[in-house]
């Protein structure tokens, strides 16, 4: 499969040098990975035949919990949202939603968890439960709506990420090479949180390109002390890590741009810390320790 067709997410924990990475690709071929961000080592976990909305998923501050929002569109079940222990996707909580609305739900804290479904969608599945320490209450005002907005975007806010600039003018033609078209981008801007002379720039330029990505998505480097920009240009992901260092995900690799003592190499001197592109589906079950809850 050529690696362009593989696609690369990830959400890095807060409070721990760990991150969940999503490799798709197939599209309806989805594994979770979990990522040691200290080491770059990582444990291939499950994989799911069918849809991850990655974007509506969300790590726990220690990065030890997942809410994920999934479809397969096969009876009985044909979307989902569930809680689990990455990197395996087995279910400790699960509520069946069955359509493709809302969705997912994103930690508030470590017993705290706001689930984005309507009221009708709180039933938790036939033989799930939630511990009592973890509190799952419904996200915003009006749970239960959008797609991966509104989820995507708190989270962004969350983590750091501003809105700088949003489209204008929409265009929108299903027959051309982008769907929908946005004039301009939409901007979000993350500063380095160790060495704010540095900010990592995302631009989504449109929706659904063909034999291309769903988000059409560029990143950019800005150096406020030295007053340039550097492209990464086409791109999947990219974020920060605690260190200062710079992540970034193409055409189903991972690399790191490496900052020391407030100095980030130059763009040309990522180093690529794991190719994905080459993996294919295998059924996985998840180890026994990870069939449970974790200790409060």
């Not at 309806?28 to 991850?52: C, E, H, M, Y």
């Not at 769907?179 to 949180?193: C, E, G, L, T, Y």
């Not at 794991?274 to 449970?292: H, N």
Request: charged share 25%.
């Amino acid at each position: 499969m050529p690696s362009s067709q593989v696609r690369i997410y990830a959400i890095l924990a807060r409070d721990k040098p760990f991150a969940a990475v999503f490799r798709r690709g197939p599209s309806k071929n989805v594994l979770l990975l979990g990522w040691n961000t200290l080491n770059d080592t990582f444990q291939p976990g499950q994989w799911l035949k069918g849809r991850i909305y990655e974007r509506r998923c969300d790590l726990s501050p220690k990065g030890d919990l997942l809410v994920y929002c999934a479809a397969n569109n096969r009876a009985p079940i044909y979307s989902w949202s569930a809680i689990s222990r990455p990197p395996f996707l087995t279910a400790l909580a699960m509520w069946p939603k069955n359509d493709a609305w809302g969705g997912g739900g994103r930690f508030v804290s470590r017993t705290r968890m706001e689930l984005n479904h309507h009221d009708s969608e709180l039933k938790l599945g036939q033989g799930f439960s939630v511990p009592k320490w973890l509190k799952v209450t419904q996200f915003g005002e009006r749970p239960g709506r959008g797609e991966d907005d509104p989820i995507y975007s708190e989270r962004l806010k969350r983590d750091g990420w501003k809105l700088v600039d949003f489209p204008t003018e929409t265009k929108d033609d299903f027959n051309a090479k982008m769907w929908m078209k946005f004039s301009p981008p939409i901007k979000w801007m993350k500063p380095n949180r160790k060495w704010p002379r540095y900010s990592l720039e995302m631009s989504i330029l449109g929706i659904k390109e063909k034999n291309g990505p769903w988000y059409v998505t560029e990143h950019s480097l800005r150096d406020d002390q030295e007053s340039r920009i550097d492209n990464i240009g086409r791109s999947d992901w990219a974020d920060w890590s605690q260190s200062g260092d710079l992540l970034f995900a193409r055409d189903g690799c991972l690399y790191r741009v490496p900052c020391k003592a407030g100095i980030l190499a130059r763009l040309q001197d990522a180093v690529e810390i794991a190719d994905f592109s080459g993996m294919r589906f295998q059924p996985v079950k998840a180890p026994p320790e990870y069939l449970r809850w974790p200790a409060r």
